[in-house]
């Protein structure tokens, strides 16, 4: 985590400035009109983005060496950390809304065994269960937006979006006799998927329980990382 929270530091000052750019990584999902290719995405938002996960990742498992010490489980905690961050680290330097499904969902994952770690524990078990299915929710609604995405646009590579936005501004989706404006609905649809892991209005009601795990999940969940990914 130290050498990641380096390289982070360094990518921070090399690109906050500059122009962005791809990193092509493998060949994804071609399946009719549907061209999907992995890459990193590397831009000032995604630089910025990268040190807090890195930076606030690297401090949390130096904590964790000290507070975890007294648990045999602690390979498993670690495990837990660093599948929590590459998540993380997935989601924030995706070039397509696949890949931020993907990291999205890692990052639900990693939560719900992270706030269960002490499986022992009843109430663990259930703080665990609860933020899965609430975050369920709010990534029910992402999904829908990033269907309507695919269906509107074409394409789900970020480029491809952005230079059709304008175009897009000026159709109307007509629901039961009632027209919207599309690009309402989809930004609709993706603030819900967002309101789930940043604890907003009615689904916030698993984050006091995610107290629940060891201290420094509180701090990766609540401070550091994945409530802020919402935002």
């Known amino acids: 985590m130290g050498l990641s929270a380096l390289m982070a530091v360094l990518g921070l000052f090399q690109n906050v400035y500059a122009e962005g750019y791809t990193v092509p990584v493998f060949s994804f999902i071609h399946v009719g009109t549907l061209e999907v290719d992995w890459a990193l995405r590397v ?4 630089s910025v983005m990268m040190f807090v996960v890195a930076f606030c990742s690297m ?8 507070y ?12 837990y950390l660093s599948f929590f ?3 993380m680290l997935m989601l924030v330097t995706s070039d397509n809304l696949i890949q931020l499904f993907f990291g999205w969902e890692g990052v639900g994952v990693a939560s719900y065994l992270l706030i269960g770690f002490w499986y022992t524990k009843p109430s663990a078990c259930a703080a665990a269960i609860k933020a899965f299915i609430v975050n ?17 646009f074409d394409s789900l590579q970020y480029d491809v979006i952005f230079a059709q936005v304008s175009e897009v501004a000026a159709t109307e989706l007509v629901v039961w006799g009632s027209t919207f404006e599309t690009l309402n609905v ?4 993706l603030f819900i998927g967002a309101m789930g892991k940043s604890a907003q209005l009615g689904l916030h009601t698993w984050l006091p329980d995610a107290m629940e795990g ?8 609540h401070a550091a990382t994945m409530v802020t990914a919402g935002v």
């Open 43 to 46: 831009d000032p938002l995604s």
């Open 59 to 66: 401090l949390i498992h130096v904590y964790s060496v000290g």
């Open 68 to 79: 975890m010490s007294h648990d045999r489980s602690i390979p498993r905690f670690m495990a």
């Open 85 to 87: 961050t590459f998540a």
């Open 136 to 152: 369920r929710v709010g990534d029910f609604a992402l999904m829908l937006g990033l269907a309507g995405i695919y269906l509107v």
């Open 186 to 189: 989809l930004c609709i649809l």
């Open 214 to 221: 060891p201290t420094p999940v509180s701090a990766l969940i």
